[in-house]
């Protein structure tokens, strides 16, 4: 089920991402107005795992932060803006030092403790949530970065996202169905 304040929340993404397309921009993150933003690195690496007995799907992230000369950057917070289609919660997980919350819509982690932000020149892994169904087709993305241990802002990834294939992991039975009457022909040819 999709909340007004999560519906409110995609809208004001998407009609970001269309300003940032019609104007042609090629840059990868973007503000909230809009405009493209090509002042700071930001790597997102994924991948996905589908549990075929759980009927379930486990998206992992981890996120990089390049060096720039000019300014020092952190990241404090990183927001999954969900697909329209993902089921419900099946668990969530985060770094050291970092809380998550998960909505109907969109799954925030935020850094809660001194040194826990993603400094410059840092890869962090661990940020992960699970829910019922299968893997989406995209998302959006949102981090909450500080320049020089200003006030951070939001940045928001200008591409939906192609999820990589999942893995899948096969449920016990299924296995054994399918060993169970390639063992009886075996026998039956022995006989």
């Known amino acids: 089920m999709n909340t007004p304040r999560g519906f409110l929340f995609r809208c004001l993404v998407a009609l970001g991402v269309a300003v940032l397309w019609a104007r042609g921009a090629e840059a990868a993150l973007m503000t909230t107005s809009g405009e493209a933003f090509t002042g700071v690195d930001i790597t997102l690496a994924m991948s996905t795992a589908t549990d075929a007995g759980a009927g379930t799907t486990t998206l992992s992230f981890e996120i990089s932060l390049g060096a720039d000369a000019a ?3 952190q990241i404090v917070g990183f927001t999954v803006i969900r697909e329209w289609g993902e089921g419900a ?9 970092w809380s998550v919350t998960a909505y109907d819509d969109f799954v925030n982690w935020k ?14 892994p661990a940020f992960t949530y699970a829910y019922f169904g299968d893997a989406p087709a995209g998302q959006f993305y949102r981090y909450l970065v500080s320049q020089d241990g200003g006030t951070p802002f939001q940045l928001i990834s200008a591409d939906v996202t192609a999820i990589p294939p999942a893995v899948v992991i096969p449920e016990p039975t299924a296995a054994a169905l399918l060993v169970m009457p390639l063992a009886a022909l075996l026998y039956r040819r022995r006989t």
């Open 71 to 73: 300014a020092d950057w």
């Open 89 to 97: 919660f099946h668990g969530t997980g985060s770094p050291t030092g």
């Open 111 to 124: 850094a809660h403790t001194a040194g826990s932000e993603i400094p410059e020149e840092t890869t962090v």
